[in-house]
């Protein structure tokens, strides 16, 4: 791994190069050169001082080019390891999982809920208005397969409008689960039909909060599947540690997928 200084000394050569082309080009110290005779009088000053310039433009345009298309191949790179670790990870968590359950596999998809604090939410929060707020879906390659899910939300706040598991977990800033989402789903936690159709083919749930240092709640952590998994007395515990460590690891080592949404509205 380069050092800080190398990297530095590196930018610094190459932006100079057309720096240096750009100042011989565009100012008079050739014409200076040749007066005080460092330079030639059969040189024509003005054909070097257009070369010089058209290669700062060259080399600019050149080097921006050629770092954007480094850098971005640089982060796709970076994208499909970091994909890869993600879900060689969860496919660890979910053995030890599943081994707990006593089962031989389980589909599991892990997602991760954010809030959306806009613009308008930061002006209400500013003049101390009701909150309304609202938890997004985020569906992390490696992690989960999106499915029909995408732009689901749910309502924490305020605390009487607050919907499925996620607005209990927000609300009791705890981990809760529900093992029979076929006939609890519809009719417990005050979801529109919007979400029900989205939802409607979960039969296991679990979600766990993740805090920020204020200890305010920044994502919520949901585990579902469409298999049929039952919490019982002696699971349990081992299922809630396992899943809790999980979210306490991917919160502290990953902390870029728990960024909340923004915008304007």
């Known amino acids: 791994m380069r050092s800080t200084k190398e990297i530095v000394i590196k930018g610094v050569v190459f932006s100079l190069f057309p720096a240096v082309c750009s100042y011989l080009g565009s100012t008079n110290v050739l014409n200076w050169a040749q007066d005080k005779r460092y330079v030639g009088e059969n040189v024509d000053v003005e054909i070097v001082k257009s070369i010089f310039f058209l290669a700062s433009l060259l080399l600019t345009f050149g080097l921006l080019t050629l770092n954007l298309i480094k850098s971005e191949l640089n982060e796709e ?32 998809n892990i997602r991760i809920f954010v809030p959306k604090k806009n613009l308008m939410w930061k002006m209400r929060h500013l003049l101390g208005r009701e909150e309304k707020l609202e938890f997004w879906i985020k569906n992390i390659d490696g992690l989960a397969d999106a499915g029909v899910t995408n732009n689901l939300k749910f309502r924490v706040l305020p ?58 709640i920044d994502a919520i952590v949901a585990f579902d599947s469409k298999n049929i998994i039952k919490v019982t007395k002696e699971n349990e515990s081992v299922l809630t540690n396992l899943i809790l460590n ?20």
């Not at 790179?77 to 006593?102: N, P, V």
């Not at 607050?162 to 789903?185: A, H, I, P, T």
């Not at 979801?191 to 159709?197: G, P, T």
Request: aromatic share 10%.
């Open 77 to 108: 790179r970076f994208r499909r390891q970091s994909t890869d670790l993600i879900k060689y990870t969860k496919e660890i968590m979910i053995t030890a999982l599943t081994k707990a359950l006593g089962k031989e596999y389980c589909e599991i």
């Open 159 to 216: 605390e009487k409008e607050k919907q499925g598991l996620v607005g209990e977990c927000f609300s009791c800033r705890k981990m809760v689960y529900d093992d029979n989402l076929v006939e609890s789903n519809e009719v417990s936690y005050n979801l529109s039909e919007y979400q029900i159709n989205k939802t409607s083919d979960l039969r296991f749930i679990i979600v766990c909060p993740t805090f920020n240092d204020d200890a305010s």
């Open 246 to 265: 999980y979210t306490q690891q991917l919160h502290e080592k990953i902390p870029e997928l728990f960024k909340p949404k923004g915008g304007f509205l």
